[in-house]
């Protein structure tokens, strides 16, 4: 398994006159995992009425995680009465993942240990989330007991998944020599190969203004304020999954390790899935 790496580093100050003023934070992550394990589906006999395994699955995870980030904060003091500050944030979220299934049947076409139907699903997913926020802060006192404030935001995010599986089948068949053979590894003719993208965002600007009146009425100071918000979001998402069969003409290929050397052909749905709950504007 390769090494990790998690970095950090953060850096801040303001200028001589102090009127500039800056903390910028930055984070990098690159991390794997491996997952293992197994899984058993299980049925009621119908003559015991006890529970009885019917497959055993297998499966491994490999998994590598990228992060990045960069946040930071900026202000500037023209005088004592008036003041900017910005807010400002990336984060990147990569991810990606490797899984291999292996399901072996304890019903289909097994006659004795060691035999039987097994399928094989090798799928890849490559997922990147990405978030920017921006907010940029004033502060202005126009006298000694009246003051405005605003604040503008802009935010992104968005999220980008690919996925491919790839649908196997092979088995360990009895021979009348009483010798167990292994199948070659073919694609499933029907649903040999699925292919799915998923795209959304989600963005959001806003806006901020009050005023803030402090009056003494007898001793004690009174606070009076009045504002108003603008706001405006949308959100978007696009789905479509594809499945890829095997061309009559050509229904039984070995499968080798590599997909370049198989053919398929997208029979149906060629228009992806535009009727998913997933597509919205």
């Known amino acids: 398994m390769p090494l990790g790496t ?7 100050g ?3 006159d102090k009127k500039f003023g800056a903390l910028v934070s930055l984070s990098y992550q690159n991390i794997f995992k491996d997952t293992k394990g197994i899984f058993f ?6 003559v015991t009425n006890l529970p009885k395994p019917t497959s ?3 499966r491994v995870y490999n998994t590598q995680q990228e992060r990045t980030s960069a946040i930071g904060r900026f202000d500037y003091k023209f005088d004592r009465h008036n003041k900017l500050t910005l807010d400002a944030s990336y984060i990147n979220l990569g991810q990606n993942q490797y899984r291999y299934i292996t399901d072996t049947s304890l019903t289909l076409a097994r006659t004795g240990i060691g035999q039987g139907r097994i399928t094989e699903q090798p799928r890849s997913i490559r997922n990147v989330q990405k978030i920017s926020d921006f907010s940029l802060r004033g502060d202005h006192r126009l006298t000694d007991n009246f003051s405005i ?7 992104k995010a968005t999220a980008n998944e690919n996925r491919y599986e790839l649908n196997l089948v092979t088995a360990r068949v009895l021979q009348p020599s009483g010798t167990v053979v292994q199948d070659p ?3 499933d003719a029907s649903n040999g190969f699925a292919q799915t993208f998923a795209y959304n965002s989600d963005q959001d ?14 001793d004690t100071k009174v606070e009076f304020s009045a504002g108003g918000m603008y706001r405006n979001k949308t959100r978007s998402s696009t789905y479509d999954e594809y499945t890829l069969t095997l061309p009559i003409t050509n229904s039984t290929q070995v499968y080798n390790g590599n997909i370049d ?7 149906s749905n060629r228009q992806g899935t535009p009727g998913d709950a997933l597509n919205y504007v």
């Open 6 to 12: 998690i970095a950090g580093l953060s850096v801040g």
């Open 14 to 16: 303001r200028s001589a």
């Open 41 to 46: 589906a299980t049925d009621v006999d119908a």
């Open 56 to 58: 055993i699955q297998s």
């Open 149 to 155: 404030n605003w604040t503008g935001i802009y935010s």
């Open 185 to 187: 590894l073919t694609v």
């Open 205 to 218: 600007k806003s806006g901020y203004l009050n005023f803030v009146y402090v009056p003494k009425i007898g």
């Open 261 to 267: 050397n198989n053919t398929f052909e997208l029979a």
